[in-house]
């Protein structure tokens, strides 16, 4: 038995920072395995193998996946990093642009799924822990108790599921299950039934050994029907064995003193170099360069990120001296609408609607204030990238924005930002006031925020150890 000795893990994403990002779960799923791998655990991380992957790999195996009535090719190619990365591909899923949002996504990871438990045996891993994220992956958490249940190689294996965003749940056509091979008696609201839908997220809230997602604040959250997004009852019922674990960041990817990505570089004793990034920053995005505070927002946009609290309030936001940076990509609505404000307020607003990971960091790095004021945040690592690189946060208190950012007026010896509770645009508003005006009126403890910011630690060695914590849990679980 395993008793607290180093473990075998395989980590299962959709997406793996640096191989393909739409938002913070690459960020997790490329940065915590290394942080477990060097704790000496052996840890394999498989994605699929999108087109857009560029890295160079080399071929493992090949091999046929049943996918109800037929059987489709699944090829596994591997890059060797600090530790194995595996890519699932195959001719017909993921040989195309674009990550999700395809009309076959059900019939895509529902191939993943299968390929992912089929390629064990043949790379010859055996875990001890697969740990499932997402709704891409929870299937994999059903497959193991109906379908691989049986079998020796696969009896010893304990599922970890985390939520990374309970919004995003698959729902799909009851057709689905049987590409899975399990019985019809899955489909059953007691498992993965929703409404009608075969629901990919529960079936791993359902049948994962243990559940988690990443913040506590947010695991309570979501067993209300106001965060639980439908599924509140059953994440209520599954109670005992969710838990809450904050997501940390790679220091090494995220770091002012090093970042390859940032126009120069900068740490807590050459703060003027942070500057030359603002003004760089400004000449960059066709704003008139200068001290005024410059608020930066990196964000998906979709109505999860709180934008219309933005937009409700901002000709009075724009009456103040400062600059607006946005960079986003999502809902064609927002996109048009920032798009107009920035043409509105040319001196004043920057709007770069796109995917674009460099400039990322040099708002990141550029910036004052970091905007974040989102209705639903499980963990949020957008300000905990800022802090990372002396960026204060002006936050709306939910998830896990509540549990990283402390509000400065309410907290002098340990503020790390600027927030409010009501999700409210004059909430908002009068936050950024409070922002501007320590800015503005009190540099020296501006200063002192961001020196407090720049010493933070939000690295992975704490959460890397509650994980390893949630995998003993799972593995004990199993064995009684
Ligand atoms: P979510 O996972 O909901 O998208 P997070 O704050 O957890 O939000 O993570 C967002 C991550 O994606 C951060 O690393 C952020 O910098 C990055 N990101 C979001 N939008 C963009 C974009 N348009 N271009 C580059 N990076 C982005």
Known sequence: MHHKGKLKILYVSAEVSPFAKTGGLADVAGSLPKALAAGGNDVRVVMPGYKAIKSPMKYVVDFPVKMGDNVKTCIIRETEASLPFYFVDSYDYFDRDGIYCHFDDA???????????????????????????????????????ERYNNISFYSGISSVYTIHNLEYQGNFPREVT????????????????????????????????????????????????????????????????????????????????????IYKNYDIKSLEAKKENKYALQEEMGLPAGDMPVIGLVSRLSGQKGLDLIIERIDDIMKHDLQFILLGTGDPYYESIFTGIKNRYPEKMSAFIGFNAVLAQKIYAGCDMFLMPSRFEPCGLGQIISLRYGTIPIV?????????????????????????????????????????????????????????????????????????????????????
């Open 178 to 261: 049987s590409l899975f091979n399990v019985g019809g008696e899955v489909f059953i609201p007691d498992k993965v039934e929703y409404y009608g839908m075969f629901n990919f997220m529960k079936a791993g809230i359902v049948y994962a050994d243990i559940i988690n997602t990443v913040s506590s604040s947010y695991a309570k959250e979501i067993q209300t029907p106001q965060y639980g997004e439908g599924l509140d009852g059953l994440l209520r019922k599954r109670g005992k064995d969710l838990y809450g674990i904050v997501n940390g960041i790679s220091y090494e990817d995220f770091n002012p003193s090093t970042d390859k990505r």
């Open 107 to 145: 019939e895509r990871f529902a191939f993943f799924c299968n390929s992912v438990l089929e390629m064990l045996p043949k790379i010859n891993f055996q875990p001890d822990i697969i740990h499932c994220n997402d709704w891409h992956t929870g299937p994999i958490c059903m497959l193991i108790k």
């Open 396 to 480: 709306r208190s939910t998830g896990g924005l509540a549990e990283t950012i402390i509000d400065y007026d309410e907290d002098r010896e340990n503020g790390n930002g600027f927030s409010f509770t009501e999700f409210s645009p004059d909430e908002l508003y009068i936050t950024i006031e409070r922002a501007l005006s320590l800015y503005n009126r009190k540099p020296e403890e501006w200063k002192m925020l961001v020196e407090r910011a720049l010493t933070r630690d939000f690295s992975w060695n704490r959460s890397a150890e509650k994980y390893m914590e949630l995998y003993y849990i799972a593995i004990e679980k199993k064995l009684v």
